[in-house]
């Protein structure tokens, strides 16, 4: 079982949609990462939190520290969306080393 | 404020050749961090380096595998004798030096990447 799990792993939205995406971990961490993976490969680093919420744009991340969860959310979402969303997390005892979970391929359609 | 700079793009190599990954950190970063991704799998780490230090190197494999972080130039990973399975994207990522003490960690910055293909 992997420490770092998402759900679900492909999910198909119409444009204008709430969209969430899901991050489960086994394992203490420090903090935890949302990045976006576009088609082209490239990866932006969209969040880093410890605790709470983070909101930029459309882009609502949210963590329970207690509960080893966090989830991204996008409200009204748009073709442009459309990539992998990886989860990361700073385990408590693994350093700098980040550890990613298998991505969400998000298809947004017009 | 140019972003983590990752050179070549893309990059062909025939089994046992020597593949160098190039890597420029955002400006005013110390921190570099070099991860993999295999076709159809998620990203795993390799190393992370500061300025002529390699901090954990966990993640590398214990052969044919090495990087460097001079104190001047780029970030270089090298493989030597390349075979078939290295075939991958390789990601740098950069991050700020933290304030002695300082607990939280650094959001990291990511390059596009270096995509390698072995003949």
């Known amino acids: 079982k992997n420490e770092v799990e998402q759900s679900p792993q492909n999910l198909t939205a119409q444009e204008e949609e709430f969209i969430t995406i899901n991050c489960s971990y086994s394992v203490g961490i420090s903090a935890l990462h949302w990045l976006q993976q576009h088609p082209g490969g490239g990866i932006v680093s969209l969040f880093m939190?410890?605790?709470g919420k983070k909101k930029h744009g459309r882009l609502i991340a949210t963590i329970n520290i207690q509960e080893k969860h966090s989830s991204l959310h996008i409200t009204a979402s748009h073709p442009r969306d459309s990539a992998v969303y990886i989860c990361?997390?700073?385990?408590?005892?693994?350093?700098?080393?980040?550890?990613f979970g298998e991505g969400t391929q998000l298809t947004v359609n017009p | 404020n140019a972003g983590v700079m990752q050179n070549p793009r893309h990059l062909v190599r025939r089994r046992g050749q020597e593949a160098r990954l190039r890597c420029s950190p955002m400006?005013?970063?110390?921190?570099v961090y070099w991860y993999r991704q295999l076709p159809e799998e998620g990203l795993k780490f390799m190393v992370y380096l500061q300025k002529e230090n390699i901090i954990d190197e966990s993640g590398m494999p214990k052969e044919r595998f090495s990087a460097e972080f001079p104190k001047e130039g780029p970030s270089i990973l090298r493989i030597q004798q390349v075979v078939r399975g290295d075939s991958a994207a390789y990601f740098c990522?950069?991050?700020?030096?933290?304030?002695?003490?300082?607990?939280?960690?650094?959001?990291?910055?990511f390059g596009a990447g270096t995509r390698l293909s072995v003949l």
């Open positions: 939190l410890s605790s």
């Open positions: 990361a997390v700073y385990g408590e005892t693994s350093g700098s080393r980040l550890t």
């Open positions: 400006k005013g970063h110390s921190h």
């Open positions: 990522a950069s991050s700020p030096l933290q304030p002695p003490g300082h607990a939280a960690k650094n959001i990291q910055y």
